[in-house]
């Protein structure tokens, strides 16, 4: 897997994925950025929800559950001071379907935190992570 980052000037920098997509992330304004993109920090988070949700979905699909939308929401906390890394994170899953099993989301969530979530399970080396989940019946 590879990227490359490009800086386009001040604090805005071009990320292109190895399978040729890009994104582009810039600083806050405080910061010298204009504010163009998301912070690289909120990529990484984007990162991990995109891998978990991933993860979930492909779960509670093979578990024949009949999802119409998974939404995972993320809030984090950094440390105060540089390097300020996050200190927690957490995530909320929003599972909305028809009849769905609570103890097959939970599973679902759980293989994915512990298993198959390659983010999750490199971050929760240095942060604290913690999740729950909310089901919306269709």
């Known amino acids: ?9 001040n604090v805005s920098f071009e990320a292109e994925s190895g399978s040729g997509h890009s994104v582009l992330m810039d600083g806050a304004p405080e910061a010298g950025g204009q504010n163009l993109g ?35 929401e993320i809030e984090a906390e950094r440390a105060p001071v540089d390097p300020k890394v996050f200190t927690h994170i957490h995530l909320h899953f929003i599972i909305t379907g028809n009849n769905l099993n609570p103890q097959t989301i ?14 999750s399970i490199m971050l929760k080396q240095t942060v604290k992570i913690t999740h729950d989940y909310e089901i919306i019946n269709a």
């Open 106 to 119: 939970e599973r679902a969530i759980d293989l994915s935190a512990e298993k198959y979530c390659s983010a």
């Open 38 to 72: 998301p912070r690289p920090m909120e990529m990484l988070l984007m990162g991990l929800g995109g891998c978990t949700t991933f993860d979930v979905v492909l779960i509670l699909k093979k578990s024949r559950q009949d999802i119409t939308d998974c939404v995972v």
């Open 1 to 9: 897997m590879k990227t490359r980052i490009k800086w386009k000037g």
